[in-house]
């Protein structure tokens, strides 16, 4: 181990490079999800008739994938049909469909979740169905979900690392051609990705602790 060579500023400059393509994939995919996700577990809670069966059946297959292989799908597989990417944009394209899904059903879970009387309430408060669910259910279900969306959404960050298989320059990727270049790096170079991805996590968690509080009943 060589703490003091593996931390020249050469390599630290390096790797936060790395850490400025993480944290853009991941706010992107974190802002692409949510909407996606809320969107999707409205649609699927609404039961359209046939729709949300078919709906349901996309998200549970995609959910039970592993997110390698979307990655894969996304990057290899799209532009033999005519659909390029860069590996920036296949990594945020791919991360949307799978972490929108994950999102859809914790949203989906916080609305079912709500006691019957809450609809039947604003529906006898002249308040329309979509009213009702704009106003009076989706505000509860998002609050009651927090906890699972920011865990899942803490999740997305650390899977960025995966891009690194189709040559992302994320902050794993980074790393990896540090420690690729002086075997004695390899420690100090985890323990620095270690760092990076604790405080980034953390700091997330933080966050939504911060919005239970000000959002609470």
Not at 86 to 102: D, G, H, K, L, Q
Not at 189 to 209: E, H
């Amino acid at each position: 181990m060589n703490f003091t060579d593996a931390y020249q500023w050469i390599n630290l400059r390096f790797l936060l490079k790395g850490l400025i393509v993480t944290l853009e994939v991941a706010a992107l995919t974190i802002t692409f999800s949510i909407l996606l996700g809320n969107l999707l577990g409205i649609l699927r809670y609404l039961k359209i008739p046939g729709f949300s069966q078919l709906l349901g059946l996309v998200i549970d297959t995609i959910r039970n994938l592993p997110l390698l292989l979307i990655i894969f799908f996304t990057y290899f597989a799209l532009p033999r049909l005519g659909v390029h990417f860069n590996p920036f944009w296949s990594t945020i394209v791919a991360m949307t469909v799978f972490e929108s899904c994950m999102v859809s059903e914790i949203i989906r879970g916080g609305l079912q979740a709500i006691p019957l009387g809450q609809t039947e309430a604003g529906l006898a408060s002249a308040f329309t169905p979509n009213e009702t669910l704009r106003y009076i259910l989706l505000p509860q279900a998002v609050r009651q979900t927090l906890p699972s969306v920011v865990s899942q959404l803490i999740a997305l960050i650390k899977d960025t690392s995966l891009a690194t298989v189709i040559t992302l320059p994320e902050l794993m990727h980074s790393a990896q051609i540090v420690y690729g270049q002086n075997n004695n790096y390899v420690i100090p170079m985890f323990m620095l990705l270690a760092l990076y991805y604790f405080i980034i996590c953390y700091s997330l968690s933080l966050f939504a602790r911060y919005l239970q509080k000000r959002y609470r009943y």
